[in-house]
């Protein structure tokens, strides 16, 4: 969703400026196709597939499945594998969840600590775009500079490879249609409409590095069939554009080994809406049998293809009272006697707190000597609606219950192993984060925080400074400096399960490998299945 809002944001600005009218695509013969020749179909080998559907939840296709409204999908499901609850990573944000899923890495080791976070060396708050405040906060051409090159040319960190990076160092090709993290080892031009880059950054031309194939709204085009790419429709960051662009690789016989396709309209309808709206599953079903349609009969595309659908977080109902729903965090420094840092400038002497709003999590940073953390906690501690304070503590994390004083603490190595195979000391009140051992294994784990353990110690070592994490309770989210909110509608960004478990269909010919257990795991699972089909090649980090 985070480039849809992008996008507004910026056709408000080119609406005041009266350029939108000339807005457009770059002509087919100015689209780059790079390393086209390696992008033919290889014998009977199996391509793969990814459609990365934002907000997607399995509890929205259980209910439409069992009133047979979902084909396509259930198509896929009876061919392959369904599992219910992957955990997401956290923050619960499309940029960090897309980080974790394109690296196998949490946020500390990927670098993308959330949609908002504060840049210790340059001093501000990086925001890629959460809707049109951040035109007039920030201006356009930071916003430009941060979502199309920072974000992943900069800011993603290059001490981890992605998906791209690695089938390209193993001789493979890859696409990435509308993909928030796209970062590869082939050169692309992002082409911006013309009058759009005279107003903003007195360029057409953005180049960045991204997989063989990048089809990125009206900037970048996997193919030179129309598509829904105007002004009106996002300039392009919508499902139509990503199934479209699909059909015609298929028709052009042009799919590279692997394509990520991200569908980022259902986003919008569940904040709007709540996670009971199922009716962007219904419109996602039509779209994915499109696609199917488009290789001529659905059980020969699973003779040479492998489908993955999987979502990137859970989405929990926010009250519809917003006295109850919103949590009005600057109001709260303030009050407490520190003084905020606005949006769209740059820290000096006179701030003391800034604060990164991501949903239903934030980062509060304490900037100034008289901002201590236990300063800004005994200030945000007593609030019933948060849910959870955490920070650093040399090397251990501290955990505070919001609204009591309850807290554990725990650090990497010791005695308790969980799951996934880590070990920790943990120390404290197990309730704090839902902790308990299992009869069988012996190991660690807790229901209400899925893998809570690694995703909170991933956010808190996922970029410089001094700062609390801080999640709401089911039910609200966090407000500052004019951040978007969404009474009697949904959010995500919690490390709550409510935010946190996504649905993983996997359908192809043959057995497939199981579902991972995690979105860290879902790079490795792809790599997996170009290995058995493939030949050899590295399964990540």
């Not at 009050?335 to 002497?349: C, E």
């Not at 799951?419 to 404290?428: H, I, K, L």
């Not at 946190?500 to 043959?510: E, Q, R, Y």
């Amino acid at each position: 969703m985070v480039l849809r809002k992008t996008c507004v944001a910026l056709l408000v600005t080119a609406l005041m400026s009266l350029s939108i009218v000339s807005c457009g695509g770059p002509h087919a013969d100015e689209t780059p196709q790079p390393r086209t020749a390696r992008l033919q179909a290889t014998g009977d080998r199996p391509k793969v597939i990814v459609l990365l559907v934002d907000s997607l939840l399995s509890s929205s296709i259980d209910r439409l499945l069992a009133a047979n409204k979902l084909p396509a999908l259930r198509f896929l499901i009876e061919n392959g594998v369904y599992k219910r609850d992957v955990i997401s990573s956290f923050p619960t944000m499309s940029l960090t969840v897309d980080s974790s899923l394109l690296t196998g890495t949490y946020a500390d080791g990927h670098g993308i600590p959330g949609l908002l976070w504060y840049h210790s060396a340059e001093k501000r708050i990086v925001n890629y775009g959460d809707g049109s405040r951040v035109v007039w906060q920030y201006g356009p051409r930071q916003l430009l500079t941060d979502s199309l090159y920072n974000l992943n040319q900069q800011h993603l960190s290059k001490r981890v490879e992605t998906l791209h990076e690695e089938l390209d160092q193993a001789g493979l090709t890859s696409a990435s249609i509308n993909g928030l993290i796209y970062r590869g080892n082939v050169p692309h031009e992002l082409i911006l409409p013309a009058n759009l880059a005279k107003l903003v950054l007195n360029t057409q031309k953005i180049s960045v590095r991204g997989p063989h194939l990048l089809g990125f709204g009206t900037l970048s085009s996997v193919t030179r069939q129309p598509l829904p790419e105007g002004p009106l429709q996002a300039f392009g960051f919508n499902d139509a554009y990503t199934a479209q662009s699909l059909v015609s690789l298929v028709g052009e016989g042009r799919l590279p080994d692997v394509t990520v396709a991200y569908f980022p309209d259902m986003d919008g309808r569940l904040h709007k809406n709540g996670p009971d709206d199922t009716s962007g599953v219904e419109t996602l079903d039509r779209q994915l049998q499109i696609i199917l349609n488009a290789f001529g009969d659905w059980r020969r595309a699973l003779e040479h293809h492998v489908f993955v659908v999987i979502g990137d977080s859970g989405v929990a109902a926010t009250a519809a009272d917003r006295t109850a729903a919103v949590i009005e965090l600057d109001k709260k420094l303030t009050a407490a006697g520190y003084r905020v840092l606005p949006l769209g400038r740059q820290a000096d002497t006179q701030d003391d707190v800034a604060i990164a709003v991501n949903g239903r999590m934030c980062y509060v940073y304490a900037l100034s000597p008289q901002a201590t953390l236990s300063g800004l906690l005994n200030a945000l501690g007593n609030e019933p609606r948060i849910d959870l304070i955490a920070w650093k503590e040399g090397e251990w994390v501290q955990v505070q219950r919001g609204g009591s004083g309850n807290r554990l603490r725990f650090r990497l190595g010791g005695t308790h192993r969980d799951p996934y195979g880590r070990t920790w000391d943990v120390e404290g009140d197990w309730a704090v984060l839902g902790l308990a051992r299992d009869g069988v294994t012996g190991r660690i784990h807790s229901r209400a925080y899925p893998d809570g353990l690694s995703r909170l110690h991933g956010a808190l070592h996922s970029h410089p400074g001094k700062y609390l994490v801080v999640t709401a309770v089911p039910g609200a989210e966090f407000h500052a400096n004019g951040s978007p909110n969404h009474p009697g509608g949904g959010n995500h960004g919690g490390l709550h399960r409510e935010d946190s478990l996504v649905p993983f269909i996997a359908a192809g010919k043959g057995r497939l490998p199981a579902p991972p257990a995690r979105i860290v795991d879902v790079k490795a699972y792809l790599l997996s299945l170009i290995k058995a089909n493939r030949g050899q090649i590295k399964t990540g980090r």
